[in-house]
C-alpha cells in the first residue's frame, strides 16, 4: 500500500490559482494510477482529475477547462493545477491510486472566498 501526502492548499480568492502536489510512498507507484479527490460536506468525496498508468487523462465536467493534472514519475509525484477557482471548488483535496483506492491521506484543505 501506498501512502500520500497531499500539500498546496489555503485560500484563495474568486478566480485564483492554485496548484496542489502529492507525494506517494511507493516508489513502484508510477505503474499505478493516480487521481485527485475532493470532498465537500455533506457530499461524498468526488473524482476530480485522473491520470492512468497508461497517461490517459480524464477530468471531471465541473471543472473541466480549469484543472489541469500531471505526473513527474521520477519524483513520485502527481500534481493539480487549479485556475479560476469557484467558491464551489471549496473542500478537501485528497490523491489516491485511480480507480482502485489505497488508504486516504489526511488531504489539502481548499477554500475559495469571494
Known amino acids: 500500500q501506498a501512502q500520500f501526502v497531499e500539500y498546496g492548499g489555503g485560500l484563495i480568492q474568486l478566480g485564483g490559482s492554485l496548484r496542489l502536489t502529492c507525494v506517494a510512498s511507493?516508489?513502484?507507484?508510477?505503474?499505478?494510477?493516480k487521481g485527485w479527490y475532493r470532498q465537500v460536506p455533506p457530499k461524498e468525496r468526488e473524482l476530480v482529475a485522473a491520470?492512468?498508468?497508461?497517461?490517459?487523462?480524464e477530468i471531471a465536467e465541473s471543472v473541466k477547462g480549469r484543472f489541469s493534472i500531471s505526473r513527474d514519475i521520477a519524483k513520485n509525484t502527481v500534481e493539480l493545477q487549479m485556475n479560476n477557482l469557484k467558491p464551489e471548488d471549496t473542500g478537501v483535496y485528497y490523491c489516491?491510486?485511480?480507480?482502485?483506492?489505497?488508504?486516504w491521506g489526511q488531504g489539502t484543505r481548499v477554500t475559495v472566498s469571494v
Open positions: 489516491n491510486s485511480y480507480p482502485s483506492l489505497q488508504d
Open positions: 491520470i492512468t498508468s497508461d497517461g490517459i487523462i
Open positions: 511507493d516508489t513502484m507507484s508510477h505503474y499505478i494510477g
